[in-house]
């Protein structure tokens, strides 16, 4: 969204509109999860045993 800015009023009120609407989207980004990484015995699964005998 670009605005024309004319004088220093109408960059302020930019500026304000700015910070609300970060602020207003700030709730919605915490509230996302990030996702879980898997860790590298669950991406390699089971170790392999050389002795043939079950784990």
Do not use: V
Request: no cysteine; aromatic share 8%.
């Amino acid at each position: 969204m670009s605005a024309q800015i004319l004088d220093r009023s109408h960059w302020h009120a930019a500026q304000q509109r700015r910070y609300f609407r970060n602020q207003a989207a700030r709730p919605a980004r915490l509230a996302q999860t990030a996702p879980r990484r898997l860790s590298l015995d669950e991406i390699l699964g089971p170790a392999f045993d050389p002795s043939g005998d079950a784990a």
